[in-house]
């Protein structure tokens, strides 16, 4: 299976204008009140709104690789601590390396992030993060690191016109006694950075353009480190369908292709999640 810059720009329009004629067709009429912008995660960079006050997010991705045997998926859960400024969330991830007898949860994530007072109607978010890895992943089939590890990632966001926004992220992680296959230990330190390019085309529309950079720190047999240096863009789209429930599903799809010493990866990556309040006044209505 391939996935080349050609058919990326083929699948990406037809998708929009798919979607786009899909909204038109269920809303003939001009709606009396324009839906508020899609705030929600990108695929590859994180983005910096926390969850408002009473409402959850269900978020699943999946990444196939260019040759269909490997795969990785994750779901990650959020939810606000009393209010937007405080969220804690989980992260499952399930990988398959190669065979399918090499498939298993990896490494699982503890997240706590605080929201700094610029809040999600501003147009900066500053949303630093704090997590907690822990080892759950097997070593030997390359889905975990063996040891417990934290991680920091400084997410922000910010709108550039009313149909541009930017966000950016920088992070580390520290593994003080990572494993390898040979069952040696010691210290692992990995880094990341990003820029993402989003285009609201619509209100229930977005275009991105996402470049994530990761240097990945292992250890080798012989005890030794070796650091891994990738950099993938990723052009891609979501959209969000508002059902009159509340609930908020946003469908998105992007490939992911290497560039400069990276050049040659190819995947294919897709997105859903799922928003919506866990709280309800007296009357009935949502509290958000």
Excluded: C
Excluded at 238 to 243: E, K, T
């Amino acid at each position: 299976m391939t996935f080349g810059s050609a058919q990326t720009t083929k699948w990406i329009l037809t998708l929009g204008v798919a979607f786009t004629s899909s909204i038109g067709a269920q809303q003939p009429g001009p709606p009396p009140e324009s839906p508020s912008p899609i705030q929600d995660n990108s695929f590859l960079i994180e983005e910096a709104y926390n969850q408002p006050a009473g409402v959850v997010q269900h978020i699943n991705t999946f990444s196939l690789d260019r040759d269909g045997k490997s795969w990785a998926y994750s779901f990650t859960q959020e939810w606000p601590l009393f209010s937007q400024r405080h969220q804690l969330s989980y992260t499952l991830p399930v990988e398959r390396n190669g065979s399918p007898l090499n498939t298993g949860v990896g490494d699982i994530g503890l997240n706590y992030r605080y929201q700094l007072p610029t809040g999600r109607d501003h147009t900066l978010a500053v949303a630093p993060r704090l997590s907690l890895l822990i080892p759950t992943g097997a070593v030997r089939t390359g889905r975990g690191s063996g040891g417990a590890g934290a991680q920091f990632n400084l997410p922000v966001s910010a709108m550039i016109s009313p149909t541009v926004v930017t966000h950016f992220n920088a992070g580390t992680t520290y593994t003080p006694s990572a494993e390898n296959a040979s069952g040696d230990r010691g210290a692992t330190m990995s880094f990341n950075a990003g820029q993402s390019l989003i285009w609201l085309a619509r209100p229930v529309l977005n275009f991105m353009l996402e470049l994530a950079y990761t240097s990945t720190d292992a250890l080798l047999e012989d005890g030794g480190n070796a650091r891994t240096n990738e950099l993938v863009l990723a052009p891609g789209l979501r959209g969000a369908i508002n059902l009159p429930s509340g609930l908020q599903i946003v469908p998105g799809i992007a490939i992911p292709f290497g560039i400069g010493t990276s050049r040659g990866e190819r995947s294919l990556f897709f997105y859903v999640s799922f928003e919506h309040s866990f709280t309800r006044t007296r009357d009935g209505g949502s509290d958000d």
